[in-house]
């Protein structure tokens, strides 16, 4: 199955969602992707994860490429509907910040939270 994706504000923050497997063949389009994003989004930004079928290790490593990009940012990623995904590498290193919900209100609420 391909790799897709969407784009969309809500709640001040920028909302992410993946659907499809995110494996060696979406890295490049998923890059790709984070790029056009960040190019718009100004505040945080909120990977919703939940329409993932699957990863590969190579997809695992662009999310936490992507956290590194945005670890300079005055929030750090923040992940959710991860349900039965693999995270161990992205939660395992704490120089590179994350924040792991289990769904995108919750996401969304903390971040409203950190901005009162």
């Known amino acids: 199955m391909s790799f897709g994706w969407h784009y969309e504000e809500r709640r001040g923050a920028g909302v992410m ?15 790709g992707a984070i790029g056009w994003v960040l190019a718009r989004a100004g505040g945080p930004l909120v990977l ?32 959710c509907g991860v349900g039965a995904l693999p995270i161990r590498t992205l939660t395992a290193n704490s120089l590179i910040p994350i924040t792991v919900h289990a769904d995108l209100d919750s996401a969304l609420n903390a971040l409203e939270a950190d901005r009162e």
Do not use: I, Y
């Open 17 to 31: 969602h993946l659907a499809g497997n995110l494996g060696v063949d979406g890295t490049g389009r998923f890059t």
């Open 48 to 79: 919703e994860v939940g329409g993932l079928l699957g990863w590969s290790p190579e997809g695992e490593a662009a999310v936490l490429d992507l956290a590194r990009r945005l670890s300079g940012r005055s929030h750090p990623l923040a992940l």
